[in-house]
Antibody, heavy 131, light 108 residues
Framework: EVQLVESGGGLVQPGRSLRLSCEVSGFSFDDYAMHWVRRAPGKGLEWVAGLSWNSNSIGYAGSVKGRFTISRDNAKKALYLEMSSLRIEDTAFYYC????????????????????????WGQGTFVTVST | EVVMTQSPATLSVPPGERVTLSCRASQSISTNLAWYQQKPGQAPRLLIYEASTRATAIPVRFSGSGSGTEFTLTISSLQSEDFALYYCQQYNSWPPLTFGGGTKVEIK
């Protein structure tokens, strides 16, 4: 059975740090890019960070760049998000998501891509940043 | 950054009706677009990728079309389980990957 299970959420004070984990099973983890996506209360979905199957390509949303670090351990089939200098506006459900593309693809225009759509999601872990 | 704009923000529709949701990109994204459904208390679910390819186990009443900057998601006959939030997402250029603001489909 394919599963993505997040952990590590909770209540944290502004300026502090937190580490989220996502353990996966049921698919060949090291062949797929992985992402973190969040949804703040009353807001829409926001892509937070993603990294390619081999970690050679990594990207962040502007709102978290320099504060959050995404990483993966293919041997442990785990994805991580290190969050530092947390702000009240980081309060959200954080979802781990698997990319649908195996390693890479070429689109209709012949362009090379390593990140794409998210076909599997965890149930999420909630992070509250508050005093 | 590619900005994704969805319209309308809310759609009130009776069951059985045909529904069309729109998504516009601020620049051409070819067909590098996905659609998701999210219900309260649940994780999002992938419906469509590559603008028109249905994801695994998605009913045929869901269809996607478009390329470049204009995209649509059509639900041919709205079922009770389809009342939810819908998001489009581009993956043509990153970072960042970007979502639209969402369209809420509610019961009329």
């Amino acid at each position: 059975e394919v599963q993505l299970v997040e952990s590590g959420g909770g209540l944290v004070q502004p300026g502090r740090s937190l580490r989220l984990s996502c353990e996966v099973s049921g698919f060949s983890f090291d062949d797929y890019a992985m992402h973190w996506v969040r949804r703040a209360p009353g807001k829409g979905l926001e892509w937070v960070a993603g990294l390619s199957w081999n970690s050679n390509s990594i990207g962040y949303a502007g709102s978290v760049k320099g504060r959050f670090t995404i990483s993966r351990d293919n041997a442990k089939k785990a994805l991580y998000l290190e969050m530092s200098s947390l702000r009240i506006e980081d309060t959200a459900f954080y979802y781990c998501a698997k990319d649908i593309t195996k390693r890479y693809y070429y689109d209709d225009s012949g362009n090379y891509h390593v990140l794409s759509a998210f076909d599997l999601w965890g149930q999420g872990t909630f992070v509250t940043v508050s005093t | 950054e590619v900005v994704m704009t969805q319209s309308p923000a809310t759609l009130s529709v009776p069951p059985g009706e045909r529904v069309t949701l729109s998504c516009r990109a601020s620049q051409s994204i070819s067909t590098n677009l996905a659609w998701y459904q999210q219900k309260p208390g649940q994780a999002p679910r992938l419906l469509i990728y590559e603008a028109s390819t249905r994801a695994t186990a998605i009913p045929v009443r869901f269809s996607g079309s478009g390329s470049g900057t204009e995209f649509t998601l059509t639900i041919s006959s709205l079922q009770s389980e389809d009342f939810a939030l819908y998001y489009c997402q581009q993956y043509n250029s990153w970072p960042p990957l970007t979502f639209g603001g969402g369209t809420k489909v509610e019961i009329k």
